[in-house]
């Protein structure tokens, strides 16, 4: 998604929720962490299990990496609908809760090379999903066009 998309969407809807800002900002979080991984690690040992091999005290391998990119990419997505936010809100909650709870109890790097920092950091993350996902819409506060009887107030 370029810019200029994201800046057509704005101007289609200029009152976006606080969960597709939400979404938007922990996507763009994840690409850029993504992209750092990669300048780190490169392409070599997709599923190396290198306690060396760190980002701000966070294990990432290759297939870390892509995770982060993909999380990323869904997340700037996610903003351009209220609805796709709050989707990706469980997505996240779902996925990194999974990945905290698996990192949690088995203590093991796995294929994706991540640590204890990294299983707070997925926690967290599985955190803030449960927030976009509960944040409410427009349509719930009443200030929705699209809403019979709606009133702005």
Known sequence: MTPRLVDDQIKQDPEATAAQYLACVLGVTYLVVGLAGFALTQTAGFTAQDPEMQLAGLTVNPLHNVVHALVGALGIVAFTRSRRARRYGILVLVVFGA?????????????????????????ATAALGLVIALVPTRAQRGTSPRVAGSARR
């Not at 294929?111 to 997925?122: E, G, K, Q, Y």
């Open 99 to 123: 990945l905290a709870v698996t990192g949690f109890l088995s203590g093991h790097p796995g294929p994706m090379n991540v640590n204890t920092p990294d299983n707070w950091l997925h926690a």
